[in-house]
Structure formats: structure tokens, C-alpha cells
């Protein structure tokens, strides 16, 4: 889905307001009956929706963009907790094995994350060639 298909809103144009309610709903929820319910509309109507390419679209797009806000919330709170690793690594108050707890969870850790970050850089390199061919 391409900007030029958001209304201002950053709402699909082509989507009526309960569509995009019950693309809120299921967010919120998780749950086909449950979002049906809070969006007003019928289990029915709902389930037909999602068989529309259209609103899965617009699905995909809303439950993409809720990611990336848990992304970026995640990497703030990633920061305070190296800082707490950091601080119960060095208290000497801190009991010796809340200390080795905590430098076993940032060593156990820190592959994950760097093979992450490699896997990114990796993809983002292949994606440029893949657009440079094309």
C-alpha cells in the first residue's frame, strides 16, 4: 500500500469507518469475535472483510506500523535495562549472585543482538543490489 492510497489521516481511502475501526479492534484484541464486537459490525461481516484483499492490506499496514512503535519503545527500555544490568554488575551491596544473574543475561544477550544487527546490514546490502538490477 503506497502513501497515495492513505487518506490524510494515514486511514486507507478506500476503507469505511467501520473497516477501520475493526482494524483497531483487532489490534487491541487479538481476537476475530472480540474485534467484531468493539467495531460494531457481525462476525460475518468481519470474516468477509478479511477474505478482501484490500482490508488485509490495510491490515498488514496498521499491524506493521504498531510494530515499529513497540520497536522503538523497546529499544528505550533496552537502555534502562543495560543500565540496571550495569548498576547491579557493579554494587557491591548486590548479592554475588544477582551479579553473576545479571553478567550471565548481558553475555547471553549480546550474540543475540549482534547477529541480529548483521542480519539486517546483510539484507539491507542484498535489497540495494536487488533494486540496483532492476
Same mark, same amino acid.
Given at each position: 500500500?503506497? +502513501?497515495?492510497?492513505?487518506?490524510?489521516?494515514?486511514?486507507?481511502?478506500?476503507?469505511? =469507518?467501520?473497516? %477501520? $475501526? #475493526?482494524?483497531?479492534?483487532?489490534?487491541?484484541?487479538?481476537?476475530?469475535?472480540?474485534?467484531?464486537?468493539? +467495531?460494531?459490525?457481525?462476525?460475518?461481516?468481519?470474516?468477509?472483510?478479511?477474505?478482501? =484483499?484490500?482490508? %488485509? $492490506? #490495510?491490515?498488514?499496514?496498521?499491524?506493521a506500523e504498531a510494530l515499529r512503535d513497540i520497536t522503538r519503545e523497546m529499544v528505550g527500555l533496552s537502555r534502562l535495562a543495560v543500565s540496571t544490568l550495569r548498576r547491579v554488575m557493579?554494587?557491591?551491596? #548486590?548479592?554475588?549472585?544477582?551479579?553473576?544473574?545479571a553478567a550471565i543475561a548481558v553475555l547471553t544477550q549480546l550474540p543475540a543482538y549482534r547477529e541480529l544487527t548483521d542480519l539486517e546490514t546483510r539484507l539491507t546490502a542484498i535489497e540495494e543490489r536487488m533494486n540496483d538490477e532492476s
Amino acid at each position: 500500500m503506497s +502513501s497515495t492510497d492513505l487518506a490524510r489521516n494515514g486511514t486507507p481511502k478506500n476503507l469505511s =469507518a467501520k473497516q %477501520v $475501526a #475493526a482494524i483497531g479492534a483487532l489490534l487491541a484484541s487479538g481476537n476475530r469475535e472480540q474485534a467484531a464486537k468493539d +467495531s460494531g459490525i457481525s462476525k460475518g461481516t468481519l470474516y468477509r472483510w478479511l477474505g478482501d =484483499a484490500g482490508f %488485509v $492490506a #490495510a491490515l498488514r499496514t496498521a499491524e506493521a506500523e504498531a510494530l515499529r512503535d513497540i520497536t522503538r519503545e523497546m529499544v528505550g527500555l533496552s537502555r534502562l535495562a543495560v543500565s540496571t544490568l550495569r548498576r547491579v554488575m557493579t554494587d557491591e551491596q #548486590a548479592s554475588m549472585n544477582s551479579q553473576i544473574r545479571a553478567a550471565i543475561a548481558v553475555l547471553t544477550q549480546l550474540p543475540a543482538y549482534r547477529e541480529l544487527t548483521d542480519l539486517e546490514t546483510r539484507l539491507t546490502a542484498i535489497e540495494e543490489r536487488m533494486n540496483d538490477e532492476s
